[in-house]
């Protein structure tokens, strides 16, 4: 089972729209999380940490469930910009590595 | 201010030839990192250094690899002998610490024919 688990998509959705993107993770002793944002054939770029709290960057809302072991992110008013991957990323047993989730492909359409 | 390079951008290989994919990180950065990425599947943990020290090399896929960072600046990774299944997309990351952010260069994308 992968460390991290997100559902590939792809979601299709017009601009304006909500859309939110979950992801689980495998292990209980993480203590860092984040997305991450990859457009094609790009590297990932750090779209936003994710805290206990919750927090909201714009129109980029992050959510954790450490009980649950599930992070979220929500997408208001979205933007034919946004069209990317999300890539929802959890630090290892290490604590430093990364683990990343396979991606979530939003396409935004017009 | 300048973010994380790396080159070359693309490299193609020969089955069996040695390739040497080199990465600036951020300056002041601390942690230096190498993943692979293959088609359609995020990023996966090569190897870590801390200034000078590589304190983890769990990740590299065989004795082939090898990456340094002798002054704690610049890091190398090397492929010996490359074969097929080294075609990826390799990504050197770096960040101020531990638990922060990181930030990744372009990557090399190899192609090992």
């Known amino acids: 089972r992968k460390e991290v688990e997100q559902d590939p998509g792809p979601f299709n959705v017009p601009e304006g729209a909500t859309v939110a993107f979950n992801c689980t993770y495998s292990?209980?002793?993480?203590?860092?999380f984040f997305w991450y944002r990859q457009d094609c054939r790009k590297e990932p770029k750090l779209l936003m940490s994710v805290y206990s709290s919750g927090n909201e960057d714009g129109r980029f809302t992050a959510q954790l469930n450490r009980a649950s072991q599930y992070i979220s992110l929500l997408i208001r008013d979205s933007k034919l910009s946004d069209s990317a991957t999300y890539l929802c990323v959890v630090n290892s047993n290490s604590g430093y590595a990364l683990n990343f989730g396979k991606g979530t492909s939003l396409l935004v359409t017009p | 201010g300048a973010g994380v390079s790396q080159s070359p951008r693309y490299k193609v290989a020969k089955r069996g030839q040695d390739v040497a994919l080199r990465c600036d990180p951020i300056s002041g950065h601390v942690s230096l990192f190498w993943y692979q990425q293959a088609l359609g599947q995020g990023p996966e943990f090569l190897t870590y250094f801390q200034n000078e020290a590589q304190l983890d090399k769990s990740g590299l896929p065989s004795d082939r690899f090898f990456a340094e960072r002798p002054e704690g600046s610049v890091s190398t990774l090397k492929i010996q002998r490359t074969q097929q299944e080294d075609s990826a997309v390799y990504l050197c990351?770096?960040?101020?610490?531990?638990?922060?952010?990181?930030?990744f260069g372009p990557g090399t994308r190899l192609l090992v024919l």
């Open positions: 990351a770096s960040s101020l610490g531990q638990g922060e952010g990181q930030y």
């Open positions: 292990n209980s002793a993480s203590q860092s």
